[in-house]
């Protein structure tokens, strides 16, 4: 799979193209506030690779999917938080809107269960 994907929105993020607050950058992702939150805290861990859904990492990636949750937790900590629920929408039955993939770490309120 190509690093970047033309027209992809993260991938112009990660590239910078696109102005975002960025919380926390490595050499594998970036985290960054999203720009409709659903919560005080709700940010997006997002992969500097195109991988556009969980079904397509493959085997190579499962040091990267791990990795991802790591920083989801460190960015929820340096934005004070430490209640947060991590987010995955896989397709579009499921919500999924950017087909690139990406984590959603949302705090700062009450979080319901079962999520609608
Ligand atoms: P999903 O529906 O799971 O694909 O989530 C996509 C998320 O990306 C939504 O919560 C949007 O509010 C958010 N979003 C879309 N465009 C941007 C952007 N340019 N910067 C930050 N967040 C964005
Ligand atoms: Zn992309």
Request: hydrophobic share 40%.
């Amino acid at each position: 799979m190509p690093m970047k994907s033309p027209g992809c929105i993260f991938c112009r993020v990660v590239a910078r193209e696109l102005p975002a607050t960025l919380v926390y950058e490595d050499d594998q992702c970036i985290a960054f506030e999203d720009v409709n939150p659903k919560a005080p805290c709700h940010l997006l861990v997002v992969p500097r690779r195109h991988i556009p859904t969980l079904n397509d990492g493959g085997e190579e990636d499962e040091g990267l999917l791990g990795h991802l949750l790591a920083v989801a937790s460190r960015a929820a900590r340096e934005k004070g938080v430490r209640s947060f629920r991590t987010v995955i929408n896989t397709n579009a039955d499921a919500g999924q809107t950017i087909y690139h993939l990406h984590v959603h770490v949302l705090g700062g309120r009450i979080m319901r269960w079962p999520p609608g």
